[in-house]
């Protein structure tokens, strides 16, 4: 079985430039999750979707940040303009449908994004 | 406020020797625990995760973790470490107090010496 796929892998932009990443799911996964994570930081979640459908943006700097997760499949995370305390690794993560406390959520490489 | 702590920053084992990787929780309502270890410029790998039943909770690469209710821990332990297992690991927790989402912690450095 594939993994959650990312990309980028790193990228470096300058402050006030926009910058996005992507996101493919397990297959057959409906629930995903985008996390910032601040070196020597647990996770911090941003955005969580199910299906197409936000379940929690609470996190999100939404006057900088988007995010978007057309037909339920695929995500793209968007900052514009870019601060340099969005300098982070980006993980985007997805679970079984179920969408229980229980679900095991699985994780991509991340992308690890620096901001000059 | 819900929270997840690992009171460790770093932990430093000899290779072949037990570790310990310690995780206390608070949250209301029935905890879901988990834990996930991550390599240098590699993301969030699953090891493990408690829902219910044998407090006793087996997982990848030998690790095992044991659930106290009584002193709301989760400690991540191995009877034999390995130089490959150092790496960050972290203690999460979801309930229905955090609408399922996980509460992490920040992470305990595990490193193995020869």
């Known amino acids: 079985e594939a993994g959650v796929a990312q990309s980028p892998r790193y990228k470096i932009i300058e402050k006030r430039q926009s910058v996005a990443f992507w996101c493919n799911p397990i297959s057959g996964h409906a629930t995903l999750y985008w996390y910032q994570q601040i070196l020597g930081q647990g996770p911090k979640l941003l955005i969580q979707?199910?299906?197409?459908?936000?379940?929690?943006d609470s996190q999100l700097p939404k006057d900088r940040f988007s995010a978007e997760r057309l037909k339920g499949v695929d995500s793209t995370l968007k900052i514009q303009p870019a601060k340099l305390e969005d300098s982070a690794v980006y993980l985007c993560?997805?679970?079984?449908?179920?969408?229980?406390?229980?679900?095991?959520?699985?994780f991509g490489p991340g992308t690890r994004l620096t901001v000059l | 406020a819900q929270s997840v702590a690992q009171p460790e920053d770093q932990v430093n084992v000899a290779e072949g020797n037990p570790l310990t990787v310690k995780c206390t929780y608070s949250?209301?309502?029935?905890?879901?625990l988990f834990w996930y270890v991550q390599y240098p410029n590699r993301g969030l790998q699953f090891l493990l995760k408690?829902?219910?039943?044998d407090n006793l909770v087996k997982g990848s690469y030998g690790f095992e973790a044991e659930f106290n209710k009584s002193q709301t821990s989760f400690h991540l332990k191995k009877p034999s470490a390995l130089v490959s297992d150092s790496a960050l690991y972290f203690c999460?927790?979801?309930?229905?107090?955090?609408?399922?989402?996980?509460?992490w912690g920040a992470g305990t450095k595990l490193i193995i010496k020869p």
């Open positions: 993560a997805s679970s079984k449908p179920a969408g229980l406390s229980t679900d095991t959520q699985y």
């Open positions: 408690y829902i219910t039943g």
């Open positions: 979707f199910q299906n197409n459908g936000v379940v929690d």
């Open positions: 949250v209301s309502g029935n905890p879901y």
């Open positions: 999460a927790v979801s309930t229905t107090g955090s609408n399922y989402q996980l509460i």
